[in-house]
């Protein structure tokens, strides 16, 4: 086997266990080797695709601890801006674009596995910020996860209404995503991983002390 296409699956699977878990990463487990394997346009439009199916099994147990106002602050400022990201970015260099969402994304990242905690980053302010950053990260590189997934650290939920929340986030705003940049279906080995992942994250999440599972 391509030892590119073993890493993909197994990036895919890895990332479905760790959206099951905590709410998200799936897109920042899977997204480099999804890029990496079929391009940056390509990889994202099958990124979004994947990170939404990622996200709708897990609600089926998770949706009654769903925190509905925090989820629309979220969303309504993400789905505002990725029409207008998208089109903005539409008639830029993708490699440009890409690797300054890659610096953004690590700097996110970084601050969120520190514990990074700013007063401003909460309430309707901090949504605001953090829906639009998560919108330009989702539509150029397909990893919107880390400016909510600091968002959702600041607000202080609990372990199990963030993790409902944010899937709740990320299936809507990755199904609005993938039909303003365009549809792209991924390929059947694809969607086994993803499943195989998501059924074992699934069959943990009840056993995973709580510490594990924060954002």
Known sequence: MDPLLLLVAVSILAGA???????????????????AYLGPRGGVAVVVVLAAMASLLPLSQQWRQIRWRDAGSLLLPTLLATPVIALALAGMDTA??????????????????????????????????????????????????????MFAANAGWAPVQARATLQFFFLIQNIVTALVIGVVGPQWWMVAALMFGTFVGMGVVARVPAHLARI
């Open 17 to 35: 266990l760790a959206q099951s878990v905590t709410g998200m990463g799936f897109s920042l487990v899977a997204a480099p080797a999804l890029l």
């Open 96 to 149: 440009v674009v890409a690797v300054a969402a890659g610096v953004a994304v690590i700097v996110g990242v970084a601050l969120l596995a520190r514990g990074a905690s700013w007063a401003w980053f909460r309430g309707l302010p901090g949504a605001i910020a953090a829906g639009m950053a998560s919108a330009t990260l989702n539509v150029v590189g397909g990893v919107g996860g880390p400016p909510v997934g």
